[in-house]
């Protein structure tokens, strides 16, 4: 006798939950991080330059997400970087301007 084939099981509609829709393709994780006074400025006027110049606003975890991907896909060694600081000069020499 062949096996019983189940139905597929169906899902019912449900509504959406609060908050708003999840935009990642990609599994993860909500971080608190402490930011300078003046970064967060920074921030808030690249979010608000950008939609001067393009019509699209990138918000502040969109700038920092691509910031870090940016840092990884560069390939750039960070082993040996000393600090904060230190890190912030080299980042900053590879992209060319000189760091403050």
């Known amino acids: ?51 001067g110049k393009t019509g699209k606003l990138l918000n502040r975890a969109e700038i920092i997400r691509a910031l870090i991907d940016g840092l990884i896909v560069s390939g750039m060694d960070i082993s040996g970087t000393a600090s904060e600081g230190d890190l912030r000069d080299r980042v900053a020499r590879r992209l060319g301007a000189a760091s403050r």
């Open 1 to 51: 006798m062949p096996p019983r084939l189940s139905k597929p099981a169906r899902r019912r509609a449900t509504k959406p939950g609060p908050g708003r829709p999840p935009v990642h393709n990609e599994a993860w994780s909500k971080v608190s991080v402490v930011l300078f006074d003046r970064q967060v400025r920074h921030l808030d006027r690249l979010t608000t330059a950008g939609r």
